[in-house]
């Protein structure tokens, strides 16, 4: 099983970038999916969940801004960033579990089963 997340870049603040994830083998099977992020000089971070049937979940900041969708039958996830600010600024991960309640909680208190490496968004002022 594997993820691989994509789409990260540089932006200017106001701007929107959509990040991809892309599931192999049965990562996506009845498993929730979450992207996190890591912002400098920060703890890594809940962002948004979403689980197999499509419900989503977003921490505060993300809401009203980010976008998360899945597509089951193509193992994708991804997450569109509109009205993006420099405190966004960090490396962004993927992540899948069984569990929704695991992905969703915005302490992200678990461990989850199945990481992606990060992709770096960067957003300048």
């Known amino acids: 099983v594997h993820l691989q997340a994509c789409g990260g870049g540089l932006v200017q603040a106001g701007g929107s970038l959509r990040l991809t994830c892309t599931a192999s083998?049965?990562?996506?099977?009845?498993?929730?999916m979450g992207w996190f992020r890591q912002r400098p000089g920060h703890r890594r971070e809940f962002v948004a969940a979403i689980g197999w049937s499509g419900s989503p979940y977003y921490s505060d900041s993300a809401k009203g801004r980010f976008t998360i969708t899945r597509d089951n039958i193509n193992l994708v996830g991804y997450l569109q960033m509109t009205s993006l600010k420099p405190e966004d600024t960090g490396l962004y991960y993927c992540a899948a579990d069984p569990a929704l309640w695991k992905v969703m909680d915005p302490n992200n208190s678990y461990v989850l089963n199945y990481w992606g490496k990060g992709t770096l968004v960067t957003v300048s002022s």
């Open positions: 083998g049965r990562a996506f099977d009845g498993y929730a």
